[in-house]
């Protein structure tokens, strides 16, 4: 399937009451879209990281009352799952979509990944554009923009990290439900593998950790 952008009925699925009938909106509208990027940006990602690379739609399965607020399409070289492993996404809010790095707190690598970064903050840290936002949970939509955060305020974020097993690490972009981006299939795709370019250097350092204890 091709992609196609997003439009705001797609957004509007997240104003829908009741976990059934949210779900069934879901799966018609926002899942084939996310499948059909997922497909398409599996090819660079596999030609960026040099070995083959999944892309996992959420499936909300554990949910029994509470109807998701947000959805997303991960990409990991695990074929049998990502939550444990380093990861981009792509998915929606009611507001907005992202495009993110994420390591989340099933990940046994939070902890290394935080200290390595620690240690090489000063040099991976400004390749990462000031614009990009940040967020220590993934289940908020709200972040906070990385030229807004001093490398002290950094530095407490990954100490964090590195000791709460909640806590998380996402980096990337959020694009208002309006931006003619998000309508726009082929630019969709371009900005959403232009970011996670952006974003390899702290992908390959969150990698190299998993390599290195594994």
């Not at 990290?161 to 959020?174: N, P, Q, S």
């Not at 996670?196 to 992908?203: A, M, R």
Request: glycine share 6%; charged share 30%.
């Amino acid at each position: 399937m091709k992609p196609t952008g997003f439009t705001k009925e797609d957004f509007e699925v997240f104003a829908i009451p009741g976990l059934d009938s949210r779900m069934e909106a879901l799966k018609a509208r926002i899942r084939p879209k996310l499948e059909a990027i997922g497909e398409a940006v599996v090819p660079f990602l596999s030609s960026r990281l040099g070995e083959p690379v999944y892309a996992h739609v959420a499936k909300h399965a554990r949910r029994t009352v509470h109807p998701p607020d947000d959805t997303w399409v991960a990409w990991a070289t695990n074929k049998r799952g990502y939550k444990a492993h380093p990861h981009f996404q792509t998915g929606l809010w009611q507001t907005h979509l992202f495009v993110v790095f994420a390591l989340i707190y099933e990940s046994p690598d939070k902890g290394a990944f935080a200290r390595n970064l620690k240690e090489r903050l000063n040099e991976i840290w400004p390749s990462i554009p000031d614009h990009f936002l940040l967020s220590e949970d993934h289940t908020k939509p709200e972040a906070v923009r990385k030229g807004d955060l001093s490398l002290d305020q950094v530095r407490q974020r990954l100490d964090r990290l590195e000791t709460v097993k909640k806590a998380e690490f996402l980096c990337g972009i959020h694009l208002d439900r309006n931006d003619p981006v998000v309508g726009d299939p082929d630019r969709l795709v371009s900005t959403i593998e232009e970011t996670i370019d952006k974003l390899l250097p702290l992908y390959r350092l969150a990698a190299s950790v998993r390599v290195t204890q594994g």
